[in-house]
């Protein structure tokens, strides 16, 4: 695993996954956590696959794939930004915690655990969390 900071990205870039994928997780999860600020201007594809030890059309690939998520937009003789719609993001975070919630409930259920008993643990976690009432 290697770290490397390109401006406001974090990059954790382990070389036995695929590259492409994890660029597109890491940019998701940056832009999905506000890190990067909507109308941010990316890394060039060069610059980035410079920085990142990676082969340029692996970055392309990635960047294409941001872009056909809406996440990222390409300007004419400008480079690639972040999308500069709020909207585009909130509706990204929520497919996001939805998915991240299909796949909590599914490895719930393959415990064995009724929803009933999910909920109890949630609401536990929540009150630990919160420094709340433990029932």
Same mark, same amino acid.
């Given at each position: 695993?290697?770290?490397?900071? /390109?401006?406001?990205?974090?990059?954790?870039?382990? *070389? @036995? #996954?695929? !590259?492409? =994928?994890? /660029?597109?997780?890491?940019?998701?999860?940056?832009?999905?956590?506000?890190?990067?600020? !909507?109308?941010?201007? +990316?890394?060039? /594809?060069?610059?980035?696959? &410079?920085?990142?030890? +990676?082969?340029?059309?692996?970055? +392309?690939?990635?960047?294409? =794939?941001?872009?056909?998520?809406?996440?990222?937009?390409?300007?004419?003789?400008?480079?690639?930004?972040?999308?500069? @719609?709020?909207?585009? /993001? #909130?509706? *990204?975070?929520?497919?996001?915690?939805?998915?991240?919630?299909?796949? *909590?409930? =599914?490895? +719930?259920?393959? !415990?064995?655990?009724?929803?009933?008993?999910?909920? &109890?643990?949630? @609401?536990?976690?929540?009150?630990?969390?919160?420094?709340?009432?433990?029932?």
């Amino acid at each position: 695993m290697e770290d490397q900071q /390109v401006g406001s990205l974090r990059f954790n870039i382990d *070389f @036995s #996954q695929p !590259l492409y =994928e994890q /660029v597109i997780d890491q940019v998701r999860s940056s832009i999905a956590k506000g890190e990067i600020a !909507l109308g941010d201007k +990316m890394p060039s /594809v060069r610059e980035l696959a &410079q920085l990142l030890k +990676m082969n340029p059309n692996t970055v +392309m690939r990635a960047y294409q =794939e941001l872009e056909r998520d809406g996440l990222t937009e390409k300007r004419r003789g400008q480079g690639t930004y972040v999308t500069s @719609s709020p909207e585009r /993001v #909130q509706s *990204f975070r929520a497919d996001l915690a939805a998915r991240y919630i299909d796949n *909590f409930m =599914e490895q +719930m259920k393959s !415990l064995g655990l009724s929803w009933s008993d999910i909920q &109890q643990y949630v @609401s536990q976690k929540s009150n630990s969390e919160q420094g709340g009432p433990q029932t």
